[in-house]
């Protein structure tokens, strides 16, 4: 054992003083495995920044792993009483110990403008919709636990309803007022983009808020829309609570009541809802990886041949031909190793410059550091395509005779 080992040393030794001697030959055989790792290693991880963004636009809409949504329906049809619905629900979270849940409802507001009344689309949500959805707020803050005990409602608007009206110092406490069978004044506390389809104002509400004002608001009591009801819980206890939560609830709403609960968020089918991007992203590297290996293979072959006489010196004084083989082979892996470190490195310095990072990343909440499984396999890469470049000229070399490559 002792020996391979002192063996695989001396080889690499030599195989290291072989490269500092030709180091002109050898920067410019490396320069292509060097791009090619460092190519490989920023796909994957420019893969990884692309999927968490894919995640993130995903969670905003239909939350994270894993979201249930629960509806109910009566008899004849028709929603239960919204009291009866919100009872049920905060036992149920006091019961299963949820800390993430929010009533959803869609409502709209009149809202006082400085040129004049415009209805505008109202989320009515509770504290932890920010997190479950990933509310990314622009200026200002998310709703705070007390901002339902405001006299005055808090709101949280989208940029265009912010630049209409002039868009304010938040620090001043902005008031807008909303028009109904008796107006009330909101403040304005945080500041969100507008969602790409969005081109009108809209606002969110704290459902708490909103229930005390709900007959200032709205004149018509039957235009009151059904909330939805989420809650963010871990996926390992997902199936068991939705089980649960259905027989809670239908048993809870009387005779005839039926409740669904289900899972809408990416992560509710079996398949990865990324394996496309994964396969384009392996392919991509996979190609590079390869067009650095032919750069590499044409010109050790090359390197070979000239060498030749070299090889058949090296024969005469009593090198083996697994010496030779070896000894040429070694020379391809420690180059392309090395030359993996600097691809890896250079990748690492491109894409975590903060301008490049910057530009990459834009829209994306958590930013995914820069994956470590990218830098072995970027050397692993590189280790074999040195074995795989430096397979065939070493076989070139053992093939030599050695009185033809001293005559050559």
Not at 155 to 183: E, M, Q, W
Not at 277 to 306: H, P, Y
Request: net charge negative; aromatic share 8%; with cysteine.
């Amino acid at each position: 054992m002792r020996g391979l080992v002192t063996a695989f040393v001396g080889s690499v030794v030599e195989a290291w003083a072989e490269l500092r001697i030709h180091r002109t030959r050898v920067l410019l055989s490396l320069v292509g495995v060097a791009v090619a790792v460092c190519a490989l290693t920023s796909v994957i991880a420019l893969g990884n920044i692309a999927q968490q963004a894919t995640v993130e636009t995903s969670e905003r809409s239909s939350g994270r792993p894993a979201t249930l949504y629960v509806s109910a329906y009566t008899a004849d049809g028709s929603p239960p009483p919204a009291t009866a619905m919100d009872t049920t629900w905060n036992e149920a979270l006091v019961r299963y110990g949820v800390q993430y849940a929010s009533r959803v409802t869609q409502q709209q507001l009149s809202i006082q403008f400085i040129d004049g009344v415009s209805v505008v689309n109202a989320t009515l949500v509770d504290p932890p919709y920010g997190v479950m959805h990933r509310v990314e707020v622009q200026r200002g803050a998310w709703f705070a636990a007390d901002d339902a005990t405001r006299l005055a409602p808090a709101l949280i608007v989208n940029d265009i309803f912010y630049a209409r009206l002039g868009s304010p110092d938040l620090g001043t406490h902005p008031t807008v007022s909303l028009v109904g069978a008796k107006p009330v004044t909101a403040v304005i506390v945080g500041v969100t983009a507008a969602l790409p389809y969005e081109v009108d104002p809209s606002m969110m509400m704290l459902n708490d808020s909103y229930a005390k004002l709900a007959d200032q608001l709205v004149q018509d009591a039957a235009s009151q829309p059904y909330s939805s009801y989420e809650m963010w819980v871990p996926p390992s206890i997902s199936g068991e609570l939705t089980t649960r939560l259905q027989s809670d609830f239908s048993a809870s709403l009387g005779d005839g009541a039926t409740a669904q609960v289900n899972r809408q968020d990416y992560a509710a089918y079996g398949d990865d809802p990324f394996l496309p991007i994964k396969l384009m992203i392996s392919g991509v590297a996979v190609l590079v990886l390869v067009l650095g290996a032919l750069g590499l293979v044409n010109i050790s072959l090359v390197t070979v041949r000239q060498r030749i006489q070299e090889i058949g010196i090296r024969r005469s004084f009593g090198a083996t031909a697994s010496r030779v083989f070896f000894a040429v082979m070694m020379e391809s892996v420690v180059a392309t190793v090395a030359a993996g470190v600097a691809g890896v490195m250079l990748s690492i310095l491109i894409l975590k410059s903060p301008w490049v990072e910057d530009f990459i990343a834009q829209g994306v909440t958590d930013v995914p550091p820069f994956p470590l499984e990218a830098a072995v396999l970027g050397l692993a890469a590189a280790t074999v395509v040195g074995a795989i470049a430096g397979l065939l000229p070493a076989l070139v070399a053992v093939r030599v005779k050695v009185i033809d490559a001293i005559r050559y």
